[in-house]
C-alpha cells in the first residue's frame, strides 16, 4: 500500500540531479537574514572541504559572526508629565509617586521645573503674578529656559544606566506646552500625563495657606501679600488653561480626587509602572488627599512564651498580657477625634495572624484584618527554645 501512495505522491517530470539541486537558489544562499543580525548557514570554505584536507563530514563548530549590538531606543523609559492649574497638589503627588516608584525598585527621579526657575533668577527680581502673565515675554522666555534646563536633566538621567523613571512637575497648562513635551518623549521614551483638578474652595484656600508657608518664592513674604499675589498668579494660569481632552495622548485625570468624592478618567494607559501608577493613586486619593490620618503602633500584650522567656511560637497572652489588651481601647479612642454625632472617628485594626495578637486587639471595638505579612519571623529551629538554649 505504502508502494502505490509513494507512486502517487512522487511529481511528474524528472527528478533534478545531484549538481542541479546544488544550482537552485534554496541551496545557493548561505545565509539567513533576521531582523537584527545575520546568521550563516555555511562558510565559503565548507564547499572546498574536501579538496582542503578537511574531514568529510566533520560538524563544524565555528560560532557564527554576531555583527556588533545596535543602538536602539531605549522605550523602557518612562516619564511622568504633570499637568495642573497651581495649588492643585501636583507636587504632593509627585512626592508620594517617586518613593511609591522607588519603593518598587524603579529608580525614579523628581524633576521640579519651578526649582529651575527659581535657579535662574537674579538677586534681589521678585516672580510676582505678572511674571507669569503669557504676555510677558521676559517671563516667558525665563521659563522657556527653566524648562530647557530640566529637560536637560531629565535626558541625561534617563540616558543612564541606572534611570528609569522622571516625573516632571510642572503645570503644562496648555496644549502648546504639552504637544512640545509629546514630541521630547516620542521615540525615546514612554510617556503619560496627569492632571489634577480641583473644584472645592474650601480644599484651594488650605492648598494656598500651605504654599505661603512653606514655598520658596514666599520666604519673608507677608501671608497676606503673599497669599493675594498666588491668586493673581492663579488667575493668569487660567487665562490659557486648557485642559486635556485628546483621547490620542496617554493621560490619568484626577477630577477633585483631593477631596475623596471626585473620580479619575483614564486614558490609554496600558503597561506595569503605568498600572501600578493608577492602582496606587487610586488607594492615596480614594481617603482624600487633603486629610491627615494618624496610625497607632502597639506591640501585643505579654504571651505565655514572653512570659516563660521562650522564642517565636504561637501561644496566647498571659494574664498580665489580657491586662494589657483590656486597657487599650480606652487608650485609643481617648486620642480619636469625635465626629458631628461626637462618636469616635473611624478605624481599621490591623493585626498580624496569630494568637496574641489577635486577643491584644480583641476588646477594640473596630473592624479588624489580619494580615500573614504581619506575622513575626520565623524563628526557625530555634522555635519554642530560651534565648540560652
Not at 565559503?44 to 559572526?65: K, M
Not at 492602582?279 to 512564651?305: D, V, Y
Not at 511560637?313 to 489580657?322: A, F, I, Y
Request: glycine share 8%.
Amino acid at each position: 500500500m505504502w508502494e502505490v501512495l509513494k507512486t502517487k505522491l512522487k511529481p511528474r517530470g524528472a527528478t533534478p540531479t545531484k549538481a542541479a539541486r546544488a544550482d537552485s537558489p534554496a541551496k545557493a544562499r548561505r545565509a539567513v537574514n533576521f531582523k537584527d543580525f545575520h546568521l550563516p548557514l555555511e562558510s565559503e570554505s565548507d564547499s572546498g572541504e574536501d579538496e582542503g584536507g578537511g574531514t568529510a563530514g566533520q560538524l563544524d563548530l565555528r560560532r557564527p559572526s554576531i555583527p556588533k549590538p545596535i543602538n536602539r531606543i531605549e522605550r523602557t523609559k518612562q516619564v511622568i508629565i504633570m499637568v495642573g492649574l497651581p495649588g492643585r497638589g501636583k507636587t504632593f503627588l509627585c512626592n508620594k509617586l517617586r518613593c511609591y516608584l522607588n519603593w518598587l525598585g524603579h529608580n525614579t527621579k523628581h524633576i521640579n521645573v519651578g526649582s529651575y526657575r527659581r535657579a535662574q533668577k537674579a538677586e534681589g527680581e521678585v516672580q510676582g503674578a505678572d511674571f507669569f502673565d503669557h504676555r510677558n515675554q521676559h517671563g516667558i522666555g525665563m521659563r522657556s529656559q527653566a524648562v530647557n534646563a530640566a529637560l536637560a536633566d531629565m535626558d541625561a538621567f534617563l540616558g543612564s544606566a541606572d534611570g528609569q523613571v522622571v516625573i516632571f512637575d510642572a503645570t503644562n497648562t496648555t496644549e502648546e506646552r504639552r504637544q512640545i513635551m509629546i514630541k521630547h518623549c516620542h521615540g525615546r521614551y514612554q510617556y503619560l500625563f496627569i492632571e489634577s483638578i480641583c473644584n472645592d474652595q474650601h480644599v484651594l484656600e488650605q492648598n494656598y495657606l500651605f504654599k505661603m508657608r512653606f514655598s520658596p518664592d514666599y520666604k519673608g513674604v507677608d501671608e497676606a501679600a503673599g497669599l493675594a499675589d498666588f491668586k493673581a498668579r492663579v488667575a493668569k494660569y487660567e487665562e490659557v488653561y486648557e485642559p486635556l481632552s485628546d483621547r490620542n495622548v496617554h493621560y490619568i485625570k484626577l477630577i477633585d480626587m483631593v477631596t475623596g468624592r471626585g473620580h479619575m478618567d483614564v486614558n490609554r494607559i496600558s503597561g506595569y509602572i503605568a498600572g501600578k501608577i493608577v492602582f496606587f493613586l487610586m488607594q492615596i486619593c480614594k481617603a482624600g488627599m487633603a486629610q491627615s490620618r494618624k496610625i497607632w503602633l502597639t506591640r501585643h500584650g505579654e504571651s505565655e512564651f514572653n512570659e516563660k522567656g521562650l522564642i517565636g511560637g504561637d501561644s496566647g497572652l498571659s494574664q498580665r498580657g489580657h491586662e494589657y489588651a483590656c486597657m487599650l481601647p480606652d487608650a485609643v479612642i481617648n486620642r480619636l477625634p469625635l465626629t458631628f454625632d461626637d462618636d469616635p472617628a473611624a478605624v481599621s485594626v490591623w493585626t498580624s495572624t496569630l494568637k496574641r495578637t489577635i486577643q491584644t486587639a480583641g476588646y477594640l471595638p473596630f473592624p479588624k484584618l489580619r494580615w500573614k505579612a504581619l506575622d513575626e519571623i520565623h524563628a526557625g529551629s530555634c522555635d519554642g527554645l530560651t534565648y540560652a538554649e
